[in-house]
């Protein structure tokens, strides 16, 4: 459903069609939207975005829109990385990589506070990073660690940033239409005061968005695998 159907099926249902209502209705479907994109790694949520890298290089901005996103359509609207889920880092000229699992900088602190430097003598082969603060320009960014000592690419799994919804977009998440209806008549049974109605609504759409987490879970091939974190020169028994 696009976000005008949307928006005049629960109108419709509450007898509440005039414009201001319509309004109001479209921004709680785009805000509830957003709020379930936001809440979990959905695979529709995610991209892989390519950036290269130079010697040296203290932080990576990842400034480029995606070169796959899954299960998007071709006339999507642009979006850009929101933050880095894993990466892998690729010298030039080399075929295969080095993958990485992002951590907080508070751990490496804990296994040796140099790595954190931009020190000549430690440059390597980035085995980890850490996502920073995004720029001025809403760009994400992320820190390799260490700092490579040779120029490369970036491949990036990405959380893709939520774009709104136009009058004739329909949202991409899988079973996303039920829960939105759901929220967003909840929002406006409480609009129009009406709480205690909301409150059932409410409880609704939480249900709609956990048959959502069992679509993502149970309808889709799924390989569970164990995937052990280097972290570099110490062992996990250093780690306090």
Known sequence: MTLTELANFICTKLSDTDAASVTACKSYINRRYQMIWDSALWTETLG?????????????????????????????PTTFAD?????KF???????????????WISFFQIDPNMWNDVAN?????????????????????????????????????????VTLGDNDSPCLRGI???L????????LERARKYAQAQVKYTESAAQVEVMRSIETGQQQKNFSIIPCDIGDNSLMDIP
């Not at 933050?83 to 990466?87: C, E, G």
């Open 90 to 104: 690729t010298r030039t000229g080399n075929d295969d990589g080095y993958e990485m699992i992002g951590q907080d």
């Open 83 to 87: 933050f880095a889920v894993a990466a």
């Open 48 to 76: 892989i975005v390519t950036q290269p890298t130079l010697a040296a290089e203290t932080e990576t901005v990842l400034s480029t829109a995606p070169s796959i996103t899954f299960y998007q359509s071709a006339s999507a």
């Open 181 to 188: 209806l759901a929220f967003a008549e909840g929002d406006m």
């Open 122 to 162: 430690r440059r390597a082969n980035p085995f980890n990073f850490i996502n920073l603060p995004k720029n001025g320009s809403g760009y994400a960014r992320l820190k390799l660690v260490p700092v490579p000592d040779v120029a490369g690419s970036v491949y990036v799994l990405a959380k893709l940033k939520w």
């Open 177 to 179: 239409d039920n829960a």
